[in-house]
C-alpha cells in the first residue's frame, strides 16, 4: 500500500514562490503516475500537474502552466511541485496522488488510487 505525505505548504504573498514535496513509500513501483491536485474551499478538486515516473513526461494544467514546475527525485521516492509567481486564485490545498492512469485521464482525480492528506497553500494579495 502506497502512503504519501506532502510537506511545503504555507502562507505567501501574491508573487511569492512555494516548493511542495511528496515523499512516497509503501510499494511506490505499482504506480506509475504522481500528480497534484488542488481543492480550494467549496470548490470541486481540480488537476495541476503530473508526472510518469518511467519517462519524465510531464503534464500541466492551463492555469498553472509557466508557472509551476514538476520533478522527481528516483533516489528519494519525492515529487516535487515548484510553484512561482502566484496568485490568489492559487489558494487551496494541494494533494499529493499516485496511480495509473491512461493519458487522456491524467487530469481525473478519481484514476488516482492514492492521496496524502494535503498541505495548505494560501497566497495574499
Known amino acids: 500500500q502506497v502512503q504519501l505525505v506532502e510537506s511545503g505548504g504555507g502562507l505567501v504573498q501574491a508573487g511569492d514562490s512555494l516548493r511542495l514535496s511528496c515523499a512516497a513509500s509503501?510499494?511506490?513501483?505499482?504506480?506509475?503516475?504522481m500528480g497534484w491536485f488542488r481543492q480550494a474551499s467549496g470548490k470541486e478538486r481540480e488537476f495541476v500537474a503530473a508526472v510518469r515516473w518511467s519517462d519524465r513526461i510531464t503534464y500541466y494544467a492551463a492555469s498553472v502552466k509557466g508557472r509551476f514546475a514538476i520533478s522527481r527525485s528516483n533516489a528519494k521516492n519525492t515529487v516535487y511541485l515548484q510553484m512561482s509567481s502566484l496568485k490568489p486564485e492559487d489558494t487551496a490545498v494541494y494533494l499529493c496522488a499516485a496511480g495509473r492512469p491512461n493519458s487522456p485521464d491524467i487530469a481525473s482525480a478519481l484514476r488516482y488510487d492514492y492521496w496524502g492528506q494535503g498541505t495548505q497553500v494560501t497566497v495574499s494579495s
Open positions: 509503501g510499494g511506490t513501483e505499482s504506480t506509475s503516475v
